[in-house]
Every structure is written in C-alpha cells, then in structure tokens.
C-alpha cells in the first residue's frame, strides 16, 4: 500500500534539491521516488505486525510477499503475522522457506523451531535446533532448547539450558515461570516456589506465576497465602487454587475451610468454588 501524498511531497522535494544543483533525469527522480516508497511499505509493515488484526496482517503479508517473492522480510512478516493468528503449522512452512533460503540466518531457524514447537511436533523443533551453530547464543534459541529438553525429560538438560536463557534476558519473568512449572512437574515445590517468587519480582502482575506459587506451596503443605499483590479476585482464586491442592494431598477439611474463604472473599458469585464445595460435600456425605 502507498501514501499517495507522502510520495508526492517526497517527490517535489527530490526535485526542488535538483533545481538546486543540476537538472535529474527521470530514471535518478524514479530511484529516489522508489527509495522513499521502500521506507514507507517498510513503516507499514511495522505496523501490521504490532497494531494490526493478525488475520489482517496475514493478508497483507500474502499479498504483498506474492507481489515480491524476492523480499525475504515480507516472507518473515508472513511467518510472524501467522503465529499471532495462532496458525504454526502454516508458519513452520513459512519459515522453512526462509531458513533454508540463501538468505536464511541463525535467527530464523530458531523462529522455525518456535512455530514447530507451538504446533507440539517436538522431534522437528529438536532436528531444527541442532542444525543452529553454536555460536548462536540468543535467548530465544536457549529458552526453546530448555522446552525441548523439557519434553523429553531430561531434566539437567532443561535446568542448564533454562538458567542460561534467564541470563540472555532483561525481562525474564516468563522463563522464570517455565523453569518452576518443569521443576513443579518434577515434584520438586520447593524449588518451583522460589522461582516462581523471583519471577514475581520482575512482574508482579502475572497471574500465571501467583498461581504456581500457590500450587507449589500447596504441594508442600503450606497452605497461608504468600506475600504479593494480589487483587481482591485473584485473591479469592488463588484461595481456590490453594484449597485444590490441599484436597488433592488429602488434608479435605483444610480445603474445605480454604474454598470457603474463597467464596466469602470474591466480591461477585465464585461459582468454581461453590462447585469445587458441593462436590466435596457430597462425597463426605456419600463416605
């Protein structure tokens, strides 16, 4: 897409510099014109990646990357529009285009990686990886090799590659989270905990992590609520999370007393609780 009027000012501005110094020639006045139209397609393609409808962007992209099928960046903003429209099957044939393509890099075989493994096909990420030289050392590629040694449960593996990635990073709040999930999965809480507090210092407002936390102290027993923002619902739902995992070890008349404060703290109807209540009241009445 062009800015007609953007282009036209450019264009006039091209040419009063020319009566300046010398008379250009069509051909000089059409490179310039098209140098200007390079910047403004490129603005525009920021933001459809950032601002715009995903589906709409994957649109644009289509298009657009069918009318330069040699522009290896519209190729690239395809690949990302598609995972923001949550399709990584199409994206992972994107982006094997890409990385396999005589002006592939490092960076777009780990995106190739990221698409296969939001797909789940695990064996392809791994394959992808393996084929990033060494000295590659991103935090993106770092934080997908922790995922894929994840998967396959090796466990050293994972904590290496995880604790490698959290010092690639200046946000790590999420591969925080991650490395407590593997380690809450592992049945270690004690050390899920602790990580899923250092993630909450550097975002305290992620739910995901309070959540863990709770469920990670709820493995272990400790069933007083920790000590982070939390609004009066997420509150009430991590009472809820709390009173779950205190079942799930059997201690049923903590549980019972947490989902109740739950109920009595959420300032609207908490129906998963009354649920979880009833349920748990109707086996003690069945028992």
């Not at 459809?48 to 298009?63: C, H, I, K, S, W």
């Not at 905990?193 to 305290?204: C, H």
């Not at 019972?256 to 908490?270: N, S």
């Amino acid at each position: 897409m062009r800015h007609p009027i953007m282009i036209s000012l450019a264009a006039a501005g091209v040419l009063a510099l020319s009566g300046c110094q010398k008379q250009m020639s069509d051909e000089e006045v059409e490179r310039a014109v098209a140098g200007v139209n390079v910047i403004d397609e490129s603005n525009l393609n920021d933001i459809m990646l950032t601002v715009g409808d995903p589906n709409e962007a994957v649109a644009y992209f289509q298009r657009t990357s069918a009318q330069n099928p040699e522009r290896v960046d519209l190729k690239r903003g395809l690949a990302q529009s598609l995972i923001k429209a949550k399709k990584p099957a199409e994206a992972a044939r994107v982006w094997a285009e890409v990385a396999d393509g005589p002006q592939g890099t490092p960076e777009d075989r780990v995106e190739l990686a990221d698409a296969h493994i939001r797909s789940g096909d695990w064996a392809k990420a791994k394959t992808e990886l393996n084929k990033i030289p060494p000295t590659h050392e991103t935090f993106g590629r770092y934080r997908l090799e922790a995922m894929v040694a994840d998967s396959e449960q090796n466990w050293s593996k994972a904590d290496s590659f995880y604790q490698t990635a959290v010092g690639l990073t200046t946000q790590p709040a999420g591969t925080l989270n991650n490395w407590g999930f593997s380690k809450l999965t592992r049945g270690d809480y004690a050390g899920a905990e602790k990580l899923f507090g250092e993630a909450l210092t550097y975002d305290p407002s992620m739910f995901t992590a309070k959540n863990n936390l709770v469920m990670a102290r709820g493995g272990q027993g400790k069933y007083d609520m920790p000590v982070i923002d939390m609004s009066q619902i997420e509150r009430a739902q991590l009472l809820h999370t709390l009173a779950l995992a205190a079942i799930k070890r059997g201690d049923i008349v903590m549980g019972k007393t947490l989902l109740q404060e739950a109920i009595d703290t959420h300032p609207q109807h908490f129906e998963e609780a009354v649920r979880a209540m009833r349920a748990l009241d109707s086996n003690v009445s069945a028992g």
